[in-house]
């Protein structure tokens, strides 16, 4: 490293067991006792997305509620994006109800007194299959909905096997089922 000029830094490097565990790049990976290897979003991950849904909402006292969702649908979905692949589906599950919370005090407090029958009715909806749905009519009269991380589907890696090559005609169907690719992707 020290010819290419590169070198490590003292502050950021850490040399600890993995028993322990270690936060990289948002995520947290630990090896149990059991010798499971989990990898889950980092505390302080999640703390920024929290933080940032925060400022939203406080940011937007009197807004409609179509500018709240229309400014916290991008950072809920990418911070669940990145996180999918991973062990998450307990802290997406929190990060919904955390959502729920801030968006139901934010309701109550525009409207103090007001029952919160009348409060659900005006700012929530059901489709069916979920309730408390928060959501609102932007300037064209369309309906949008805060999306909600957990509805963010969790796909695992899978490995690829190690003898099979995608430049290989007798490997084009393997890979075709395993990624629902398009033919035209694949050289002849």
Same mark, same amino acid.
């Given at each position: 490293m020290q010819k290419r000029g590169l070198q490590l830094s003292q502050e950021k490097t850490l040399i600890t067991n993995i028993n322990r565990g270690f936060s990289f790049l948002g995520q947290n990976v630990r !090896?149990? @006792?059991?010798g499971t290897l +989990?990898? =889950?979003p980092s505390k302080e991950s999640y703390k920024s997305i =929290? $933080? =940032?849904i925060k400022e939203v909402i406080s940011n937007n006292k009197a807004s409609k509620p179509a500018d709240i969702i229309?400014? +916290?649908n991008p950072k809920i979905r990418g911070w669940s994006n990145y996180h999918r692949h991973i062990v998450a589906k307990d802290t997406f599950a929190h990060l919904d109800h955390y959502v729920w919370a801030s968006i139901w005090y934010w309701a109550k407090r525009r409207h103090p007194g007001k029952s919160w029958r009348w409060i659900k009715n005006k700012y929530? !909806? $059901? @489709? *069916?299959k979920q309730d408390?749905?928060? $959501? *609102?009519t932007d300037e064209k009269g369309k309906e949008i909905s805060l999306i909600k991380s957990s509805h963010i589907k969790i796909v695992r890696h899978r490995l690829i096997k190690g003898d099979a090559n995608p430049y290989d005609e007798n490997w084009i169907d393997y890979f075709k089922s395993r990624n629902n690719i398009r033919e035209d992707r694949f050289p002849r």
């Open positions: !090896k149990y @006792d059991n +989990l990898i =889950k =929290k $933080s =940032k229309r400014q +916290l929530f !909806k $059901s @489709d *069916g408390w749905i928060f $959501s *609102g």
